[in-house]
Nanobody, 115 residues
């Protein structure tokens, strides 16, 4: 059993920044991958970025150079630093944890980029 709680979403102007956080608790294995996905209205959920417990990262092409994913293994927390935000980044952002015994999702946090 794993629980994921996201925070940090909100309304920002184009060009602004946000930092999302996701804290995991429960039966977390040492080896795992945490990441962020997003879903905009009318579109399917897609990968934003992921990071392994060893620190290896993967980004969607549209995020490279603007978003940075990081994690604190001691806190079982993953972060997403979002810079140079664009209106098309508007979506619900979901935290994910994948490990040998399961695939878990948070409730999501709304990010709205608008002037």
């Amino acid at each position: 059993q794993v629980q994921l709680v996201e925070s940090g979403g909100g309304l920002v102007q184009p060009g602004g920044s946000l930092r999302l956080s996701c804290a995991a608790s429960g039966n977390i294995f040492r080896l795992n991958t945490m990441g962020w996905f997003r879903q905009a209205p009318g579109k399917q959920r897609g990968l934003v970025a992921r990071i392994t417990s060893g620190g290896s990262t993967t980004y969607a092409d549209s995020m490279k150079g603007r978003f940075t994913i990081s994690r604190d293994n001691a806190k079982n927390t993953v972060y997403l630093q979002m810079n140079s935000l664009k209106p098309e980044d508007t979506a619900v952002y979901y935290c994910n944890l994948f490990q040998e015994r399961g695939n878990y999702w948070g409730q999501g946090t709304q990010v709205t980029v608008s002037s």
